[in-house]
């Protein structure tokens, strides 16, 4: 049987490609490679380097998407920006579709819970061309909002949670033959991603683990992850030394959220090997936990390669701080800066994550967490609330009514809650948003001097 793996479109007001990959597609792939029969096509409709012989990107492989601009639906009319498809030329998609030979199972993963209309376009396009395939389901979305995707579009079969043991029982179903294999819910078991089939393997992504023991208030980390689970240090080291052999790979971005937690286990065994091995980048877009940088986990960091450092850090607020689980503090903050400065890192290279958009944030509050940031002449980047189904701050929001108590996908769009839900006016985001910018400009100065 042939089978069509499918990572969307989007369709939002901004996107930015900083190393997104499809992971989850990625170790699925390599699932039904190894255990099936299926014969395996690929089309990451976000994959710039894929479908673009030299696509406009920085030197660790972050670049801007092509986008063309879309109608908005009604809801959104009032923000202030375009609304866009994101990933390669549509007509480019449909020259691409009608190459392949016909399918009998198409799998489509999902990411953002607001990105819907990205995925509708595409299973659109893709059921023109073939109507008479069976249509499987999973990642992100499916899994938060359960049995309430059902109103959304319709899938011969919606896979909810971890998919690599669920989808051979599926293509089993199907009449694909299953070869014997280990339980797949040890992540030691599950075969590396399958890195082959993407544009370019100069970036990859790494995870060390999956899910995150915190319970923040506005996190589905754990939601998405029922149980936090670790790979074997040997393992992970493994996979790093295996990419490098195969694909000369430069690059590794870590995709856990909680990389640096048990770091005794994971990230000292493995990156103390890695510093006396390789001559690599990694980088950590997702943030790291700032209460876990010490002084020997600083110079780790350092010493293996560690390139772009974000930290999660949230607010100077104590109320904010605790809906995060308490898992940061200022004094962890000013701790943190210090001992990756003291290790060798500038602090134009480091970067933390402040979230903005929370209901019941004021302008003092995001003025104060900004200069605090700034004090400590690091980088700050506005991570915009988005109500994210089934967290605890998506339950209490709908309780106070600021959105609709019938689960609505478009309402859970950072920009349109930044604008319409949060409680902000328009010249007080222009301003949050000026006096980041500004900051940043300042460093980018002081590293080009």
């Given at each position: 049987m042939k089978i069509l793996l499918v990572n969307p479109y989007i369709y939002d007001f901004t996107a930015y490609d900083l190393w997104l990959r499809p992971m989850g597609l990625l170790y699925i792939s390599s699932v039904i490679r190894k255990y099936t029969d299926c014969e395996i096509y690929w089309m990451d409709l976000l994959d710039r380097f894929a479908y673009d012989k030299k696509p406009k990107s920085k030197k660790d492989g972050r670049g801007k998407y092509n986008k063309e601009i879309v109608e908005k639906p009604e809801i959104y009319e009032k923000i202030p920006r375009n609304y866009s498809r994101y990933g390669i030329d549509s007509e480019l998609f449909k020259k691409k579709l009608n190459?392949?030979?016909?399918?009998?199972?198409?799998?489509?993963t999902t990411l953002m819970t607001y990105w819907i209309d990205g995925l509708n376009y595409t299973v659109t396009e893709i059921k023109k061309r073939f109507p008479d395939a069976f249509y499987i389901l999973g990642g992100i979305i499916p899994t938060l909002i359960g049995e309430n995707f059902a109103g959304y579009m319709e899938f011969n079969k919606i896979i909810y949670g971890y998919g690599e043991e669920k989808i051979l029982k599926h293509l089993k179903m199907?009449?694909?033959?299953?070869?014997?294999?280990?339980?797949?819910?040890?992540?030691?078991?599950?075969?590396?991603p399958d890195f082959d089939i993407l544009g370019t393997k100069k970036y990859l992504p790494l995870m060390t683990s999956r899910g995150c023991p915190f319970r923040c208030s506005y996190c589905a980390s754990h939601l998405l992850n029922k149980k936090f689970l670790q790979r074997d240090a040997d393992d992970i080291y493994a996979e790093i030394e295996y990419m490098v052999d195969k694909f000369d790979t430069k690059h590794f971005i870590i995709f856990d959220d909680a990389f640096l937690i048990n770091k005794e286990k994971r990230f000292f065994k493995v990156f103390s090997k890695v510093k006396e091995n390789f001559n690599i980048g990694f980088h950590t877009p997702n943030g790291l936990h700032t209460a876990e940088i010490d002084k020997k986990t600083a110079s780790i960091l350092f010493d293996s390669g560690f390139r772009t450092i974000r930290l999660s850090f949230e607010s100077t607020s104590g109320e904010l701080l605790k809906k995060s689980s308490n898992k940061v503090s200022v004094k962890d903050m000013i701790s943190a800066v210090e001992e990756l400065t003291r290790a060798g890192f500038k602090k134009s290279d480091i970067e933390c994550y402040l979230l903005f958009g929370l209901p019941g944030q004021d302008l003092g509050e995001m003025e104060s967490s900004i200069n605090f940031v700034k004090d400590l002449g690091i980088k700050p980047r506005l991570s915009f609330f988005s109500p994210v189904p089934g967290t605890i701050e998506f339950q209490r929001i709908k309780k106070l009514g600021i959105i609709d108590s019938e689960l609505n996908l478009y309402q859970t769009n950072k920009l349109y809650f930044l604008y319409e839900k949060s409680g902000f006016s328009i010249n007080e985001i222009n301003h949050i948003k000026g006096l980041v910018q500004k900051i940043s400009e300042s460093q980018d100065k002081k590293m080009s001097q």
């Open positions: 190459d392949l030979p016909d399918m009998d199972i198409i799998l489509f199907l009449g694909c033959k299953i070869k014997d294999h280990p339980d797949l819910s040890i992540l030691e078991n599950i075969p590396y």
